[in-house]
């Protein structure tokens, strides 16, 4: 199974950016698509973006415009740039690459560990 790990948290003040990356074990080529999650304390887990195969994108009407992911196939990274950071930004963001198997329609999901983003003045 491909394992994934999040770096590039921290904390950054309102209006400011930072550069989240996920580096996988394993070829990227292997999921239907990645993506980035978060989570804030108390609220459940949502999908910040995420980007196909194909390299398709979705964004959150939370982030359109903010944010930008993209994909490395030659280095298996995904990497989502956020710009115009807001308090409300502030979470665990985890890395997510899943597949179906089309047999079973099942998906897959592989997770990390996740990375804190904190926006605070």
């Known amino acids: 199974q491909v394992q994934l790990a999040e770096s590039g948290g921290g904390l950054v003040q309102p209006g400011g950016s930072l550069r989240l990356s996920c580096a996988a074990s394993?070829?990227?080529?292997?999921?239907?698509?990645m993506g980035w999650y978060r989570q804030a304390p108390g609220k459940e887990r949502e999908l910040v973006a995420d980007?196909?195969?194909?390299?398709?994108?979705n964004y959150a009407d939370s982030v359109k415009g903010r944010f930008t992911i993209s994909r490395d196939n030659a280095k298996d990274t995904v990497c989502l740039q956020m710009n115009s950071l807001k308090p409300e930004d502030t979470a665990v963001y985890y890395c997510n690459g899943y597949f179906v198997l089309y047999a079973t329609m099942k998906r897959f999901d592989s997770w990390g560990q996740g990375t804190q983003v904190t926006v605070s003045s």
């Open positions: 394993g070829s990227i080529d292997s999921f239907n698509a």
């Open positions: 980007i196909t195969s194909d390299g398709s994108t």
